[in-house]
């Protein structure tokens, strides 16, 4: 079945420093979507990119969907403590399209 | 305020009872979902439902059953539960329809459920 996997697992940064997650599907995704988690919250959706090398910037968020839409990448400038949390990824999922199937998730740190 | 609900927020439960988690939207979305979360193993999907009075199995379905009797409501039952039950558990929504949507799921607080 489809996989979708997340790099790092977790990742500990000192505030002002640069963070970067990555996801990789094992199939190509018709488009894919991110989720922030703050620790005891619930995901929340952040954004969804659709097209082949698509580039979209949310204030200090950057998100990256690769030419190949196998893969994609958030890249956060300058962490701050709010950036804390669990970033997911998700993909859809097979069989009918209101599914999504979510990578395993990018746990950041941010200190002081 | 719009959103989705889950109740309890919390259960202690004992091996082999049943359990009903609720969970209830007012947006009038037409597709649901019910996902545990595990430390290390991120978001997986349980059970879902498209419409009102459909519903279809994710990837861990086995010990859990769901009905949609109607669009507000969506409970997910543990039949008799197990200690491999022990997670957090999140309904979520979304709009699957719209064509203009982006199709993101609206995420319930969760429920925190242990089974001993």
């Known amino acids: 079945g489809q996989q979708v996997m997340q790099i790092p697992q977790y990742q500990h940064v000192q505030e002002g420093e640069d963070f970067t997650t990555y996801c990789n599907s094992s199939?190509?995704?018709?488009?894919i979507q991110w989720y922030k988690q703050r620790p005891g919250g619930h995901p929340v959706f952040l954004i969804q990119?659709?097209?082949?090398?698509e580039v979209k910037k949310q204030k200090r968020l950057t998100f990256q969907f690769g030419e190949a839409k196998k893969n994609s990448s958030l890249h956060i400038t300058a962490t701050q403590t709010t950036d804390v949390g669990t970033y997911f990824c998700?993909?859809?999922?097979?069989?009918?399209?209101?599914?999504?199937?979510f990578g395993t998730g990018t746990r950041l740190q941010v200190t002081l | 305020i719009a959103g989705i609900t889950q109740a309890p927020t919390s259960q202690i439960l004992a091996a082999g009872r049943r359990m009903t988690l609720r969970c209830t939207q007012d947006?009038?979305?037409?597709?649901m979902y019910w996902y545990r979360q595990d430390l290390g193993l991120g978001l997986r999907l349980i059970h879902y439902?498209?419409?009102?009075?459909?519903?279809g199995k994710g990837e861990v379905p086995d010990g859990y059953s769901v009905s949609r009797a109607n669009t507000d409501d969506f409970p997910l039952t543990l039949a008799s539960a197990v200690p491999s039950q022990t997670s957090v558990y999140f309904c979520?929504?979304?709009?699957?329809?719209?064509?203009?949507?982006?199709?993101?799921?609206?995420f319930g607080p969760g429920t925190r459920l242990t089974v001993l």
């Open positions: 439902s498209n419409t009102a009075g459909t519903t």
């Open positions: 998700a993909g859809p999922g097979t069989g009918t399209a209101s599914k999504l199937t």
């Open positions: 990119l659709v097209k082949s090398g």
């Open positions: 199939t190509t995704l018709s488009n």
């Open positions: 947006m009038r979305h037409n597709a």
């Open positions: 979520a929504s979304s709009d699957s329809m719209a064509l203009s949507s982006y199709n993101e799921q609206f």
